[in-house]
T-cell receptor
Framework: NAGVTQTPKFQVLKTGQSMTLQCAQD?????MYWYRQDPGMGLRLIYY???????DKGEVPNGYNVSRLNKREFSLRLESAAPSQTSVYFC???????????????FGNGTRLTVT | QKEVEQDPGPLSVPEGAIVSLNCTYS??????FMWYRQYSRKGPELLMY????GNKEDGRFTAQVDKSSKYISLFIRDSQPSDSATYLC??????????FGAGTRLAVHP
């Protein structure tokens, strides 16, 4: 049972390049999330999908787009990467729809992105 | 002011010590309190979950919530080198939001 799988694990981009971060979960969870983690800032929510077919902005959505491809997969796209997007990106999933009742999140192991 | 404040550490303790990790929060509407553990180069994993005030114990770990002071704690008894990790508090309320603290880095040395 793999849980939440993220690809790639590492990526280096030049300013202006685009890329898509992939995430898949095999727990039949309804909700999926994309966070970024920066030193001293904690985890900040970029986008989330409370159910298949829906997506909503989080705290820091600018410069990103998402696609909930199906119940298992949730991708994050950087259309024109900027150095400020250098970060570690985590995908997470939860069984319930949205952030109901503090439902626990299950995280992948992250994608380390550097934009030069 | 951040909604959730957590001392980043690092905290370095000898094996066997009792460790106290803390977070403060600003919104009295928060009701659900979680602690996640994050090993280096890994994603966070849920360690403890509590609802409202009081204590919850799980093995060597105790989570404590004091809603009157807006203060939550995680205690680790008989700490082990395998407890070396970053500990993140996470707090949510009756709205569609889960807020993480910045994390406290803990090192337990033999």
């Amino acid at each position: 049972n793999a849980g939440v799988t993220q690809t790639p694990k590492f990526q280096v981009l030049k300013t202006g390049q685009s890329m898509t971060l992939q995430c898949a979960q095999d727990m039949n969870h309804n909700s999926m999330y994309w966070y970024r983690q920066d030193p001293g800032m904690g985890l900040r929510l970029i986008y989330y999908s409370a159910s298949e077919g829906t997506t909503d902005k989080g705290e820091v959505p600018n410069g990103y787009n998402v696609s909930r491809l199906n119940k298992r997969e949730f991708s994050l796209r950087l259309e024109s990467a900027a150095p400020s997007q250098t970060s570690v990106y985590f995908c997470a999933s939860s069984e319930v729809r949205g952030f109901a009742a503090g439902s626990p999140l299950h995280f992948g192991n992250g994608t380390r992105l550097t934009v030069t | 002011q951040k909604e959730v404040e957590q001392d980043p550490g690092p905290l370095s303790v000898p094996e066997g010590a009792i460790v106290s990790l803390n977070c403060t929060y600003s919104n009295s509407a928060f009701q659900y309190f979680m602690w996640y553990r994050q090993y280096s180069r890994k994603g966070p994993e849920l360690l403890m979950y509590t609802y409202s005030s009081g204590n919850k114990e799980d093995g060597r770990f105790t989570a404590q919530v004091d809603k009157s002071s807006k203060y939550i704690s995680l205690f680790i008894r008989d700490s082990q080198p395998s407890d070396s990790a970053t500990y993140l508090c996470a707090i949510s309320g009756g709205y569609n939001k889960l807020i993480f603290g910045a994390g406290t880095r803990l090192a337990v040395h033999p």
